[in-house]
């Protein structure tokens, strides 16, 4: 299993909302490049970069945050955060990304999303699943759409979409533990690769995650919370 750190953005600092709710912003660093210096110095690969303006505002802002992550580190990236046109995608890929993750444009404009999946191949897309008891939420996490979760996923794995984030909305940033269930649920129903999100509290949470069969997590307000340490994160990727 992946371990991944999520580092969101707002204003080009380091930030963690509770359940995406932009008034309980908490700057954690004013510098990301410093914070992802440090998981890679952890022997950590892969990063979950997240612009919050720029879902709030629906086109991409912080992409000089991760240009110069990019360009200053080794870290695979993977990054969201308000891509809806070909032009945010293209800044994104040209900024550095290794991959994007799309939630909103996949329930909102699915031609286009699909488009993105046969133009870039489906190792470069993945399909953002931020849910709300069991139905997907768009745009920063403000709208909730009348999609279900599983109507949702399994058309996309149709589409040919290999890989899914899926992020309990009501567990994001509680510190309260993640979703097993309805992972369980993802694993057992689809093929796809899930990198489970949100909710992650304590270090034991993460073997548990990785004997369901998933294939990333993404761990953010547990780090800079200091609940899972950096050294914990290397031994686990040292051991596995």
């Not at 600092?13 to 008034?23: A, F, I, M, P, T």
């Not at 995608?89 to 993750?101: D, H, K, N, P, Y």
């Not at 794995?157 to 009501?170: K, Y």
Request: glycine letters at 10%; hydrophobic letters at 40%; one cysteine or more.
């Amino acid at each position: 299993m992946r371990i991944i750190p999520a580092i969101d953005i707002i204003e080009g600092k380091c930030v963690r909302l509770s359940k995406g709710d932009y008034s309980t912003q908490k700057i954690y660093n004013e510098h990301p490049l410093e914070v992802a210096k440090a998981f890679e110095a952890h022997g950590i690969e892969y990063l979950h970069l997240v612009d919050l303006d720029g879902a709030k505002s629906k086109h991409i802002v912080n992409h000089k945050v991760l240009e110069e992550i990019a360009t200053k580190t080794r870290l695979k990236i993977d990054f969201g955060g308000g891509l809806k046109t070909d032009e945010d995608l293209r800044i994104a890929f040209e900024s550095g990304a290794q991959q994007i993750t799309g939630g909103s444009i996949a329930v909102k404009n699915p031609e286009t999303f699909t488009g993105w999946i046969q133009q870039y191949g489906a190792d470069k897309i993945i399909l953002g699943a931020d849910v709300k008891g069991e139905y997907i939420a768009t745009d920063g996490w403000l709208e909730t759409s009348d999609q279900s979760l599983f109507t949702f996923l399994a058309h996309y794995q149709n589409e040919g979409v290999r890989t899914t984030i899926c992020t309990d909305i009501s567990k994001d940033g509680m510190l309260e533990g993640p979703s097993f269930d309805l992972y369980a649920k993802i694993i057992a129903k689809t093929t796809l690769k899930l990198v489970a999100s949100g909710g992650i509290s304590n270090f034991d949470e993460l073997p548990r995650l990785a004997e369901m069969g998933c294939d990333g997590t993404i761990i953010g307000k547990a780090i800079y919370e200091n609940r899972i340490s950096l050294k914990q994160l290397e031994n686990f990727i040292l051991n596995r």
